[in-house]
């Protein structure tokens, strides 16, 4: 064998300093959850810079040729255990002092201390080279090694920004109005105490506007407690921007909001600003809990999150394959729970865990950026029980005590970079909703499943809707996708009113010592609030050529192999105040939905017409073009097309805000003769599917609407780019006409009419099918599972909290006919998995 200078010498030139930008992967294997704290430690490739764990870097080395790896291992050092921990399955003997972190259940932010040792390794015969043997070297390759050593060292992970962050409420930022707020000089001075709001007398809570010193009670909260809103609505009335809560000055600071921001905001020149109305900052003591330490203890909310998480009953963990904790990343519960759940479903394991050898030997370069290797890597580590083993206990070097409720798990940071990137939420260490994150994921599924078995397909169903106009009695038809059921809560169908006005009273005067209530909704009522017929106001309807009012029941055309019902608990008050219903409902173990099927078109049943409405000029202006009597060949201006359509800018406007293309926009105001918001949004969910959706207006007599594009004109290049992507030239035109040649919206279009283009389906010779083959028929629509209509439940999402921004979300999980809790790095047998306080439920059909 070589000696081992001469080989690192050899391999010199493949050694690499990490530069800024450089993504250096020193905490995850990029195939696996090996991590320096794993058996075998991680190594480190020298010149890439990803990290592979040992069952992986003899892989990386025969398909990339890299001979140089770092190798880092850490061992936890022994630390005694701090007796106010709480034991396992026992619930905390404290409040926590930040909001989610310190409450049992994955919360716990432990600062551990490891033993760290590096040393670099030579494949394929694994020749190490320690720190102190590189001393020993010629100059060049001491210099050059030691610098890369040093650089990987010290460079932050890929997954430094995904660590866990200590929570202080959101990060606040500086107001925009602090630098340059007015403040007038009306002779206000304010006392150091004893303040009242100048229109309630209230004592609590209590705000001072920073322009005019205003002294007013803060926001109603969504429990009825706070204040009155008076300070708020001195706001809407003066417009004055910032205010500051009393009770929370100290000479460290306070709470700042800003009403046009809407937001807890950061005054620099809060000093000052006080001092304008006679405040010392210096001298102020706090009277009153800040937002944070208010938002703490209302997601303390009495029973909730105990009963969720099961606190009161010493719970037994369970290890082994399916049974796999994930770490909290940061307010990552909700990607762990939804996670959990999805590759607890067949399409999902067969799709990327039976296929995972495969998928990591067509991994690209960099795997790390690969979606398929990612989310194969997360579910072969939830499902293989090789991560599903109790957590070390710090305080225990023999390992001699009882198994804790912790596990090692696996901390999926790659997966959470990777799928959050370029979102303006999931990129963020804050809470999210689970159940957009859930939409988000199958979306990306359905991005990267052009080919092979989809398994998303599993949720997707085709929904019916139909409207009746009451005034011809002719209906319409349309059908439409969705993955998820969304239940809507009618509290007026609360059983036990008694008790609920029986609480408010005693809350009203004071007294919390009384049990928490909360409202008993049946789940029969809110099903038949989602089946009942909605009556739509301002409807226009083409048999009669006028607004009248109309009828529109939905129901399933089509039942999934999986049903995903969402609880909608998170809902708007009054004052636009995101608030959450605080219900029981008590779902149901099975569900039979057969009734719900759609029947189509009824006997003798008439249609409505497909007309459009009249076109919408303005009346005083004439119609020139078209070869018009006013026109010439000389004078270009007289031969425009048709006047474009005066449309309700505000529809429009209102349309856009909720997603919906400029294009479609402009159409469903236009095609609904501006009659109003209702009429566009049914028109809207009418034609979501139709292939030109988001194509640009054309007028009557036009052979082109605005921004059209000729197949002659459009970019080569951007054909090309299309094509090098695995679409047809067919595909690509169609996608660049849609978007007016811009190939970013052309991409972003194709992936999102994926179904519409099934029929075109590249075949050989660059051709589409349906051209290759006669124009054959395409496939009607998209493609879509059915069956019975009759369903088992065997998971459910739980949230905790006040909002979806904040709290703590779990999961319950039917295995082998027990149900499993799943709560971040604790995976125990459920004992009392409470079913009627969830938020996401997941159903399976039941084979008959």
Known sequence: MADVSEVLMSVLSTIRVPKPGDRVHKDECALSFASPESEGGLYVCMNSFLGFGSQYVDRHYARSGQRAYLHITRTRKAKKEDDSNSSAGHPPKKKPTRLAIGIEGGFDVEQELYEEDVKVVILPDRQEVTLASLATMPEVVKERVSLSISGIMAADSVSHTLQVQQWDGEVRLESKHAAGLKQLDNGVKIPPSGWRCEVCDLQENIWMNLTDGKVLCGRRYFDGSGGNNHALLHYQETGYPLAVKLGTITPDGADVYSYDEDDMVLDSLLPVHLAHFGIDMMTMEKTERTMTELEIAVNQRVGEWEVIQESGTTLRPLFGPGLTGMKNLGNSCYLNSVMQVLFTIPDFQSKYVANIDKIIDEAPSDPSQDFKTQIAKLGYG????????????????????????????????????????????????????????????????????????????????????????????????????????????????????????????????????????????????????????????????????????????????????????????????????????????????????????????????????????????????????????????????????????????????????????????????????????????????????????????????????????????????????????????????????????????????????????????????????????????????????????????????????????????????????????????????????????????????VAE
């Open 382 to 845: 939830l499902l293989s029980g090789e991560y599903s083993k109790p957590a070390p206990d710090p305080g225990d070097e023999n390992g001699a005590s009882e198994p804790r409720g912790d596990q090692i798990g696996i901390a999926p940071r790659m997966f959470k970079a990777l799928v959050g990137r370029g979102h303006p939420e999931f990129s963020t260490n804050r809470q999210q909703d689970a159940q957009e994150f859930l939409l988000h994921v199958i979306n990306m599924v359905e991005r990267n499943c052009r080919s092979g078995p989809n398994p998303s397909e599993a949720f997707r169903f085709l929904v019916e809707e139909r409207i009746v106009c009451q005034q011809s009695q002719k209906a319409k038809y349309t059908q439409r996708v969705d993955y998820i059921v969304q239940l809507p809560v009618p509290m007026d169908q609360a059983t036990n009113t008694e008790e609920l006005q029986e609480a408010e009273r005693r809350r009203e005067e004071g007294d919390t010592s009384g049990p928490t209530v909360r409202a008993q909704i049946p789940f029969t009522a809110c099903m038949a609030a989602l089946s009942e017929p909605e009556i739509l106001t301002d409807f226009w309807s083409s048999a009669v050529q006028a607004k009248t009012t109309a009828t529109k029941t939905t129901r399933f055309a089509s039942f999934p192999d999986h049903l995903v019902i969402q609880i909608k608990k998170f809902t708007f008050g009054l004052d636009w105040v995101p608030k959450k219903l605080d219900v029981s409902i008590d779902v149901p173990d099975t569900l039979d939905l057969t009734a719900l099927h759609a029947t189509g078109q009824q006997p003798g049943e008439e249609l409505l017409p497909e007309v459009a409405p009249p076109p919408l000029m303005t009346p005083d202006v004439e119609v020139k073009g078209i070869l018009g009597s006013h026109g010439n060949e000389e004078d270009d201006s007289l031969y425009s097309p048709l006047l474009s359509p005066v449309l309700d800018d505000s529809t429009v406007s209102q349309l856009c805000e909720m997603g919906f293309p400029m294009e479609a926009c402009r159409k469903a105001v236009y095609y609904t003769g501006n009659t109003g918001i209702d009429a566009a949004m049914t028109w809207i969910m009418g034609h979501m599917d139709d292939p030109d959706f988001s194509a640009p207006l054309v007028l009557p007599g036009c052979s082109s609407g605005h921004g059209t594009t000729p197949t002659e004109s459009l970019s080569e290049e951007h054909l090309a780019t299309i094509v090098s992507m695995g679409f047809s030239r067919d595909q690509a035109t169609k996608a660049l006409r849609a978007t007016s040649n811009i190939l970013d919206r052309a991409v972003d279009w194709i992936f999102s009419h994926l179904d519409d283009l099934e029929s075109m389906d590249v075949s050989e010779g660059g051709r589409s099918a349906a051209e290759s083959e006669g124009g054959r028929d395409p496939p009607p629509g998209p493609r879509v599972r059915d069956g019975p209509g009759k369903y088992e439940l065997f998971a459910f999402v739980s949230h905790m909290g006040t909002s979806t921004m904040c709290g703590h979300y779990v999961c319950h999980i039917k295995k082998d006919q027990q149900w499993v809790i799943f709560n971040d790095q604790k995976v125990c047998a459920s004992e009392k998995p409470p079913k009627d306080l969830g938020y996401l439920y997941f159903y399976r059909r």
